[in-house]
């Protein structure tokens, strides 16, 4: 029913026009002028470039459904359990994080840091009590200590503002080390020499461009004594003020003064190096340059999701399925499964030729392929069913399956009578 304009006047609201006179900038917490809760990489690697490759791993990996679902007896998926830990999972993981932004988080991190922890942070009971509880909030935490039943950890507590340092049971807490550990995160690893390498290029370019002429003046006289030390002091001053107060730089010297500059090129082999671990790098990752560029092609994607995306998914689920789902949940069917869009890559020219195999061969209906590319869904009941739209069912051998139906079930109940007449 719709309201009259009396109560829309009544009820309505703007963001501007009905503002609460009693709060204030301190009432609401502390403010800052970048993200609190952002992730923040660790060890200078913001400053190389390897954070190409991160970034591009964590929106591969974050792109892929997971869900709170169950199972049936053969440990198949057969529906989507609508509880407080699939919303986390799917829709909204905290008041900051969407899901697929809190999955970016998490991935990100452990590709950092090497490990990371995913701790439910608002719970419908104690999970230090029981185990039958179910997660509202959760949230990413850096590992600061490692005890034998217990870890320390830095979690944003959104309720004051700012990172605190907590100490919880590893039974609660989702602990995910990064499959590729030893190729990213170990001190003499592949992606730790290039990112030192990286570094020290970056220091050569910072001197090279840092303005210095690096001359050599030969002076027409032996300095050996302090009083020649101070005339050579002296001579070098001068000629450091010819240049910087004059206009285009030049300075004079004397006919029986000689100068050489020393900032010429010098070759070494840092960039052969650095090529070189790059290229080794991308073939223990499983990444090619054409998959950061977005050239692939399919076989290659494919290679690229089941060596590098899929460990890395299974071992979030993994561990999620081990913490958060407790043994009786597990025996009755519940779980936690992931699921990539294999469509997302396939071009639209090859569309109709799938939608046709899948359709024929009753694996997908009309609709779920009108939802893959798109369109809404039809009302007609048989865009539900999976069935060959191709062969026509015939009217005639429906009808005489009814009548033999009918036939047998009047055998059934009249078998005495049929057997005294016989």
């Not at 009432?27 to 970034?55: C, H, K």
């Not at 850096?142 to 590893?170: A, C, F, M, S």
């Amino acid at each position: 029913m719709s309201l009259s304009i009396g109560s829309r006047l009544q009820h309505a609201w703007n963001a501007f026009r009905n503002k609460d006179p009693s709060i204030y900038y301190n009432d609401i917490g502390p403010g800052y002028g970048y993200r609190p809760d952002r992730v923040r990489f660790s060890r200078g690697n913001e400053r190389s470039i390897v954070t190409s490759v991160y970034n591009r791993i964590t929106l591969d990996a974050s792109a892929i459904n997971i869900y709170h679902a169950r199972l049936d007896d053969n440990n198949r998926f057969t529906e989507i359990i609508e509880s407080g830990l699939n919303t986390c999972l799917t829709l909204e993981a905290n008041i900051d994080q969407t899901a697929r932004a809190f999955f970016q988080d998490a991935v990100m991190s452990m590709l950092d840091e090497g490990c990371v922890a995913l701790v439910p942070v608002d719970t419908t009971f104690d999970p230090k009590v029981t185990g039958s509880y179910d997660i509202q909030s959760m949230r990413t935490a850096q590992i600061l200590e490692w005890y034998p039943e217990h870890v320390r950890l830095r979690l944003y507590n959104e309720r004051i503002g700012r990172k605190e340092d907590i100490t919880l049971p590893k039974s609660m807490v989702a602990i995910i080390e990064n499959p590729l550990y030893s190729v990213m995160n170990e001190p003499n690893s592949t992606m730790q020499r290039l990112i030192r390498k990286l570094n020290l290029l970056d220091v050569i370019d910072e001197q090279s461009g840092s303005g210095k002429l690096d001359l050599i003046i030969q002076l027409p006289y032996v300095i050996k004594t302090d009083a020649r030390r101070r005339q050579a002091e002296d001579r070098r001053k001068e000629i450091e003020n010819q240049l910087t107060g004059s206009k285009y730089g030049i300075a004079y010297t004397d006919g029986t003064e000689r100068i050489t500059q020393l900032n010429r090129a010098v070759d070494n082999n840092l960039m052969s190096q650095i090529e070189y671990l790059t290229s080794m790098l991308y073939s223990q990752l499983g990444i090619t340059q054409s998959i950061l560029d977005g050239t692939a092609d399919d076989k290659t994607m494919l290679n690229y999701y089941n060596r590098t995306i899929e460990p890395i998914i299974s071992a979030i689920v993994d561990e999620m399925k081990r913490k958060f789902l407790t043994k009786t949940a597990r025996s009755q069917k519940q779980s936690i499964l992931f699921f990539r869009d294999p469509f997302k890559l396939v071009p639209v020219a090859d569309i109709s030729e799938i939608a046709d195999k899948f359709t024929r061969n009753e694996i997908m209906t009309s609709n779920e392929i009108r939802q893959i590319v798109g369109m809404k869904p039809s009302d007609d009941p048989k865009a539900d069913e999976l069935r060959n739209s191709n062969i026509s069912e015939p009217s005639g051998e429906s009808e005489e399956t009814n009548a033999s139906v009918e036939v047998a079930n009047f055998i059934e109940k009249n078998k005495e009578e049929i057997q005294n007449e016989v």
